[in-house]
C-alpha cells in the first residue's frame, strides 16, 4: 500500500489517472496532455504500474494503459474500515 500512496503524492501522476478515467490511452495519447519529455511520462507510467494504479497492454506496437479499478476499490474499503464505517 506504500506505493500507492508514493504513486498518489505527485501531481503529475493524478493527472494521469484523472485521464485514464475517462478512456484508455497510450503513453504517446498521455504525453500530448504534458508539456514533459516521453521519458518523464514513461517514468510516471512506471511508478504507477509498480504501485498497481494502473493496468498495462501491448496492443501491436502501442502499450495502452487503464485504471486498475480493483486496487481503487481495495484503498476505498481499507479507508472506510479505518473510519469504521464497514
Do not use: C
Request: hydrophobic fraction near 45%; avoid cysteine; charged fraction near 25%.
Amino acid at each position: 500500500m506504500n506505493d500507492v500512496f508514493k504513486a498518489l503524492a505527485d501531481p503529475t501522476r493524478r493527472m494521469i489517472l484523472d485521464l485514464l478515467k475517462d478512456k484508455d490511452l497510450s503513453a504517446g495519447d498521455i504525453a500530448n496532455h504534458f508539456s514533459m519529455t516521453k521519458p518523464s511520462i514513461s517514468n510516471h507510467l512506471s511508478i504507477l504500474k509498480k504501485a498497481e494504479l494502473v493496468l498495462a497492454e501491448k496492443q501491436g506496437q502501442f502499450i495502452i494503459y487503464s485504471l486498475n479499478t480493483t486496487l481503487f476499490q481495495d484503498v476505498i474499503k481499507w479507508m472506510l474500515e479505518l473510519r469504521g464505517e464497514t
